[in-house]
């Protein structure tokens, strides 16, 4: 072997290789040296095969641990086309090494990945010994110096036995729990193929297979995890699939934009002038630039962001940066800053409102603390199914966040704020119906389930929806909004999406099985209206100056968290949020504050709880007792006008699941579920009747 890695002086050195603690320059054959080793053993992330053999060929012994990308590593042991191609072609010294097994090739199991570039070598009779390290895989590139940064560093054991002691154990390490490459009936091929170029037919390809989910479930080291980890492999698959679109659109844009913005004259490439660029910008402008914006029917005027699985880290896109990591950390001053102005957000909603009612302080936390935790929610639902191996366990979670109010009750501005919290600039959507896909402000059914149906896991912020969209049960709308659809895309849904996080008024009702995937805030405490000037001048100071720094360090406190496999429990799926803003009072030496909400908030059926309180106590004479069930009279308890229909059964709609046992004629509750849902005992009650009479 007389591969020079530095044969060219006068460039740079790309590749730097460090032995036995100083900087030399040096051949390959030097580092990998067959004439003071026989036997050479690599754990690699990946390997060009015919630049691995012909680099190794003059080792006696050769033990390969191989590692790729994630999603590729079940190509070895499912796709024969990729197994085989490993081995396409063979010269005979390395065919013989094969069946003689003095060449072993391993793998580590589907679900699993070796990142490492660990290189051992031995010599067999003196024991001398030397290990490699380092950035650098076994391929051709990574090692030829060609315009690709790499470190190696090369130890000698009579130099630092400890360094190589180390590496020894490690390679082991990963040795064993890797499986064998080489399936048994690919062996016998390469034995009996009289030709260097292996290839086997249909049945040979089957009973490789075979062998290999047989060595599979003989793996120790996945014993009970493979169920869990081909669920993962099919996730990730689907997910790299979607990533590869994606991937394939950028690089068709930056192909064809190179191609504008260079020139070859004489042979020799080089930029246009700055002059040539604005002459070719219409070119710019319809090839690449309206191709990538235009990728879809509808406009989404959300800040994107991207979750990458590669770090399990979410991503901002912006001009010029497709990648930018929306992570940051906060020192104790920033941070205490922030949190005060947070709270002076949330107390206007005292300051300046007509009623005094701290609870809806509380309610002004919950939905911002959804808000931030809404581009991972996803995930939590996703690990919770996956942990208690129950899909239904996602209704629990719901990707829907309903704010009703009155009016002037501060729903616009508190999602307006959000979004500018969040780094999206305040934008939100207005809910129309009929709205145009192109629209740039305003939403409808149809542009929502795409939104619910893409990656970018910014909120869909709308306002003023309406209660058909989650009540509806006609048919002609279910393709995109109702119950049907609500249920169906809340159980259903799975991978990286968005939440939708909407404000209506108070004029909402849904029944028990739309409601339990809805998470409902009420706000019904309006502004002071004469107070209004004075209002908007204080929530645009705040709005302002806020930013999005506060958002970025929650961010990478939930992350962190979520790495750390963080049991939060599917009945209160945000508290890791609450956690991290009780952090922040304990970092900031900050007394936390009485809207920081202790637990998840179900305003709907409290809401509902009041209602039917008050509709009991003022008509109780309406509710008949039969055995273990309630009567209902409709003409004493819903009247000639709620008895019409629609507004009887948005009552009922408020009846927690369990409570209605029948709405079709006479309707019949259970009478201990509602009294207990009504939060009073028949012996109160009838205290507060006579006290009413």
Sequence with gaps: ?????????????????????????CKLQHIFDASQFDTLRVATFVASPKFFFRATKEFTHITLVLGTEDNELGNFFFDMDSQNGFFKELDEETRQKIIDERFKVFVVPPGYTVHSKVYMMENSESGKRRCVFGSANFTERAFGNKRQYEELLVYDDNYNPGIVDIFAKRFEELLGFSVDFIPDKLRDKIKDTAINILTLSEEESIDVLKENIKKINTVAVIGSELAETLDLMKIELEDHEGRVKKELEVVRNEKELIKIVTATKKGITALVTPMEITRRQDMIVTRVLRKAIVKKEFVDSRTEFLYST???????????????????????????????????????????????????????????????????????????????????????MPIFMLVAGQSHSGKTTLIKFISRAMGNLGTYYHYVKQAALTSMDQINPQIINNFLSEESLMPVFVDEIVKEYFSTTSSGSSLYMGEGYIKSMTNARKGPHPCVIATCNTDFAANAQVMRRVYYIQLNNPFDVSKRKETDQ??????????????????FRLEEKIRNVYQAGHDDFLKMGRDIFISYFNETGTEVPKWLSKTRIDDYYARGKEMWQRL??????????????????????????MGSGREKREWLQYLPVGVLIEDKGIVRVNRDRFFEFIGQSTNALKRIFKRML
């Excluded at 020079?4 to 290789?17: A, I, M, W």
């Excluded at 996703?382 to 366990?393: G, P, S, T, Y």
């Excluded at 204080?538 to 961010?555: A, C, K, M, T, V």
């Design 616 to 641: 009991y106590i003022s008509k109780r004479t309406g509710f008949k007792t039969n055995g273990g069930e309630l009567l209902l009279d409709d003409d004493i308890v819903f009247g000639s006008k």
């Design 310 to 396: 590669r770090d399990a880290l979410l991503y901002k896109t912006e001009p010029g940066n497709l990648s930018a990591p929306l992570q940051k950390v906060l020192n104790a001053g920033a941070l205490k800053t922030k949190i005060k102005m947070l709270g002076n957000f949330i107390e206007a909603y005292d300051s300046f409102t007509v009623n005094k009612k701290t609870d809806v302080q509380a309610r002004i936390f919950e939905v911002l603390l959804y808000a931030f935790m809404a581009p991972y929610i996803w995930k939590i639902r996703d690990d919770a199914a996956m942990a208690e191996n129950r899909e239904e366990i996602r209704a629990n």
């Design 538 to 555: 204080y929530f645009n100071s705040i709005y302002e100056d806020f930013g999005d720094d506060l958002y970025r360090d929650f961010l």
């Design 1 to 25: 072997m007389t591969q020079d890695l530095f044969s060219d002086r006068g460039k740079r050195n790309y590749l730097n290789v460090v032995h036995n603690d100083n900087v030399v320059q």
